[in-house]
Every structure is written in structure tokens, then in C-alpha cells.
């Protein structure tokens, strides 16, 4: 590989010491994809992992791009 290339949506490097091709997934219920202006989106610290918003979860999985919405008639507690 000739160049660095950033984590893929859903995950983080934050430590340079890590070896350089792992990524970190963000937790369950938070996210991070990419934005309207992909050549900023750093992924380089946890912090760029999102709490889900209301009314949205992971539903159990971690490094995810997005957040789905709860299905009709339940809700989300997390931002409660």
C-alpha cells in the first residue's frame, strides 16, 4: 500500500500505535458515515461516533454506518 487510507463508516483510529490497518468499531446505538463533504469526515477518535438520534437504534450492532428507526409503535429510551 502506497497511501493511508481512512476507516471505513462505522469505525475509528484514534491510536497511532495500533497497527496501522486495524480500525476501531464505533459502540452499539452510535454511528458515524459519511457526510456531505467526505474529504473532512476524519475518523481519527472516538468522538466521531454519534449517539443514535431519538427514535433510532443500532439494534445491537456495533461499527455501524447509520441508525435505523424503531419499528411502528415503540420508541427509543436512549436519549430519555
Do not use: M, W
Not at 474529504?39 to 454506518?65: I, S, V, W, Y
Amino acid at each position: 500500500c502506497t497511501r493511508c487510507r481512512r476507516c471505513p463508516a462505522g469505525q475509528y483510529r484514534d491510536r497511532p500505535d495500533k497497527i496501522a490497518y486495524a480500525c476501531t468499531r464505533c459502540p452499539v446505538n452510535t454511528y458515524n458515515g459519511f457526510g456531505e463533504d467526505a474529504d473532512k469526515d476524519t475518523h481519527d477518535t472516538a468522538e466521531d461516533c454519534a449517539q443514535c438520534p431519538t427514535g433510532q437504534l443500532t439494534f445491537g450492532q456495533d461499527g455501524r454506518p447509520f441508525c435505523q428507526p424503531c419499528p411502528a409503535g415503540s420508541r427509543s429510551a436512549l436519549n430519555e
